[in-house]
């Protein structure tokens, strides 16, 4: 499959809240990706630790990387929602990536994902990511409820015409910004804690097209305290 002739423009979201361990590494290799037509804005969530000056530092590093800080939380909203929706209203892009604070790229990652969602004119890809190796036991954990997921929610037949089967994974979501748009963006999604499932359902059940693949080799994540950031 070609890549398209003319590339759109895409804005990665990436919210972080108390992130300093891991969001550097993330946004640097967001930074080092190769497709040319992208701008990255890093939404810090009223973080308690040093991620705020982790974003600032890699903003003034990286010219393709902005820092967006977030103060307060409005009623009636989850955290995570509202940051991914602060960054989606600063974005540029005629495509929209939301992703999370701890997910690594290798370089070549979005390039092959933009081509694979025009040639095959999408409106929303997910990508699985893989996992950082922690030991043979966790290893095991890890695949197993990676299993069930893809099994569960039937991620393998997000392509189909039922409405009732759709996807939406957290550490890549790519989005056409009138699908997002047309859905009312994360304001339709304020108070939902599992925020990346939830847009991918209202973006399959108002009749746009979306598909899942597992991207292990291009996406790495290690989630190393059990956790959910939503608030």
Not at 32 to 57: C, F, G
Not at 86 to 113: I, K, S
Not at 119 to 126: E, N
Not at 130 to 154: H, I, N, R, T
Request: proline share 5%; net charge neutral.
């Amino acid at each position: 499959m070609p890549d398209p002739p003319v590339r759109p423009k895409v804005t990665v979201v990436v919210p972080a809240r108390d992130e300093a361990e891991k969001v550097g590494e993330a946004l640097r290799s967001l930074a080092r990706l190769d497709y040319p037509a992208l701008e990255v804005i890093a939404v810090n969530d009223r973080s308690r630790d040093e991620t705020a000056a982790i974003l600032d530092r890699i903003a003034a590093e990286e010219p393709r990387v902005r820092a967006l800080h977030i103060a307060e939380l409005p009623e009636g909203w989850l955290g995570k929602c509202h940051a991914m929706q602060a960054g989606a209203n600063r974005a540029e892009g005629e495509l929209l990536l939301f992703t999370d604070g701890d997910v690594v790229f290798a370089p070549e990652t979005l390039r092959h994902a933009v081509r694979f969602l025009v040639g095959r004119r999408l409106d929303h890809l997910a990508l699985m990511p893989g996992l950082v190796s922690g030991g043979y036991w966790e290893d095991a954990a890890k695949s197993y409820f990676a299993m069930l997921f893809l099994v569960g929610v039937k991620a393998w037949a997000a392509g189909s015409a039922s409405k009732n089967i759709y996807v939406g994974i957290g550490a890549f979501n790519l989005v056409r910004r009138a699908a997002y748009e047309g859905i009312g963006g994360h304001e339709a999604l304020r108070l939902e804690v599992a925020d990346d499932l939830m847009l991918g359902k209202r973006i399959k059940q108002a009749g746009y097209r979306q598909e899942a693949l597992i991207a292990s080799d291009h996406l790495r994540l290690r989630e190393r305290t059990p956790r959910r950031y939503s608030r």
